[in-house]
T-cell receptor
Framework: GAGVSQTPSNKVTEKGKYVELRCDPISGHTALYWYRQSLGQGPEFLIYFQGTGAADDSGLPNDRFFAVRPEGSVSTLKIQRTERGDSAVYLC?????????????FGEGSWLTVV | AQSVTQLDSQVPVFEEAPVELRCNYSSSVSVYLFWYVQYPNQGLQLLLKYLSGSTLVKGINGFEAEFNKSQTSFHLRKPSVHISDTAEYFC??????????????FGQGTILTVHP
């Protein structure tokens, strides 16, 4: 499909384990965003990439969270030493550029459950 | 920093009735405003956005919203709803500076349920 693709769609992991969540943005989109949506809440901004670089990581909750986008396309969100409070839907979004005229498209999300 | 308050967590309405979903925001800078819709098991989809210009913004599926700067509101309206409009609706805001676009602050969402 032509939309933002996220894998896995569901992930159950044990407390303390390491998790990787993958995002494949729309082809040609240079701007990529990660958000986190906890149950009953709206999405919260985590990090923004312009090309390969993390231009704004002010939303990452702590140093257990890290994201990369090595070739300016696919991005991976990495969570170390997972905690039960990390359980949420992790949303990826992309836009052609970081410009108000460009629509931000969201993927369906990766549901992470930490048990 | 910005914040968004969606005043109703759930709005039930009958088919073909009008609906208004309320959104208020707080910001110390000029803002862009958005409404997104999330259908069950789907990703967020942009309904409409206000960037500048006319305060009445028309979006997809017959929705519209009005930006009221003095009341810091951006309420979403539809004159006649359909069963297919049943979904969760999110209001969002970002600063209008060049480094702020895309860094959205969302409200908690309003679940719209349309009954036959």
């Amino acid at each position: 499909g032509a939309g933002v693709s996220q894998t896995p769609s569901n992930k159950v992991t044990e407390k303390g384990k390491y998790v990787e969540l993958r995002c494949d943005p729309i082809s040609g989109h240079t701007a990529l965003y990660w958000y986190r949506q906890s149950l009953g809440q709206g999405p919260e901004f985590l990090i923004y990439f312009q090309g390969t670089g993390a231009a704004d990581d002010s939303g990452l909750p702590n140093d257990r969270f890290f994201a990369v986008r090595p070739e300016g396309s696919v991005s991976t969100l990495k969570i170390q030493r997972t905690e039960r409070g990390d359980s949420a839907v992790y949303l990826c979004a992309s836009s052609l550029e970081r410009s108000p005229g460009n629509t931000i498209y969201f993927g369906e999300g990766s549901w992470l459950t930490v048990v | 920093a910005q914040s968004v308050t969606q005043l109703d967590s759930q709005v039930p309405v009958f088919e073909e009735a009008p609906v208004e979903l309320r959104c208020n925001y707080s910001s110390s800078v000029s803002v862009y405003l958005f409404w997104y819709v999330q259908y069950p098991n789907q990703g967020l989809q942009l309904l409409l956005k206000y960037l500048s210009g006319s305060t009445l913004v028309k979006g997809i599926n017959g929705f519209e919203a009005e930006f009221n700067k003095s009341q810091t509101s951006f309420h979403l309206r539809k004159p006649s709803v359909h069963i297919s409009d049943t979904a969760e609706y999110f209001c969002a805001v970002s600063g209008s500076g060049g480094t702020s676009y895309g860094k959205l602050t969302f409200g908690q969402g309003t679940i719209l349920t349309v009954h036959p």
